[in-house]
């Protein structure tokens, strides 16, 4: 299964968008410069969005709540652990999550490089997800969700969308389940776009056990407000402001 394409005009879709729905100036820079936080806000929608894996079991465990209750999600892996997990990224794409690129082994340096050494984290993990998948990703979150301008440049040359969010789980401060789904309930808006970790700055085996568990009471309680739950190619997409979405 492809992922779904996301268009090469989405930025201009969503400055027309921020101008309909009146966000502030400083949205309508991010726009224009391809990097995106929030998605189409004329609907009820929230992209649920993991980071840092994939990391056996607990990507695993996240994929399997999100296929139970019909849910679909995106998930921003590292170049490394793909390559270290194949199986885990086929599993998330057999499932219908979108998958975009979450750097070769987040570093935290990338906004301070020189553009070449840059692309050469970019392509060495497009290089192993088009290995896995078959095509190369169209998204990215920059580690730590620090962009620069040369990393914006180089993301659009490349053809990708640099994603942020607008919805912190708070789930990398370890804290507890109750806690992640109560945040996220509480600050999810029509648009939003949500993060949450299945893994953990490029370590093996990180304990995401707190994500896992809060993630049914995200799900049930967007539903309960009427969010649908959808991916970041869906959200970014202005289809998804009609009925036409599927
Ligand atoms: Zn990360």
């Not at 994929?63 to 270290?84: K, P, S």
């Not at 020189?114 to 192993?128: I, K, N, P, S």
């Not at 708070?170 to 389940?177: G, H, I, K, L």
Request: hydrophobic share 40%.
């Amino acid at each position: 299964m492809a992922l779904p394409r996301l268009p090469r005009w989405s930025a201009i879709a969503l400055l027309l968008g921020a101008v309909m729905f009146g966000l502030g100036s400083s949205d309508l820079v991010y726009a224009q410069a391809g990097h995106v936080s929030r998605g189409n806000g004329c609907r009820r929608v929230v992209a649920l969005t993991f980071d840092d894996g994939p990391n056996p079991p607990y990507t695993e465990q996240v994929v399997d709540i999100l296929r139970r209750n019909g849910a679909r999600a995106t998930f921003f892996v590292e170049g490394q652990a793909a390559a270290d997990h194949p199986d885990a990224v086929k599993l998330l794409r057999d499932a219908g999550m979108a998958i975009g690129s979450h750097s070769y082994a987040h570093s935290e340096d990338l906004p301070a490089t020189q553009a070449t050494d840059f692309r050469y984290d970019l392509g060495r993990a497009e290089a192993v997800l088009e290995g896995i998948l078959g095509h190369k990703p169209q998204l990215y979150r920059a580690p730590f969700g620090k962009t620069s301008a040369t990393m914006l440049d180089e993301l659009r040359n490349a053809g990708y969308t640099s994603i942020g969010w607008d919805v912190d789980s708070t789930d990398w401060r370890e804290t507890s389940p109750d806690e992640i789904a109560g945040r996220v309930l509480l600050e999810a808006h029509a648009g939003a776009i949500v993060l949450l970790h299945d893994g953990a700055l490029g370590q093996d085996n990180s304990d995401r056990s707190g994500t896992v568990e809060a993630l049914p009471a995200i799900v049930a309680g967007l539903r309960e407000r009427g969010y649908e739950l959808v991916t970041v190619p869906d959200i970014l997409d202005p289809k998804v402001c009609s009925a036409s979405l599927r």
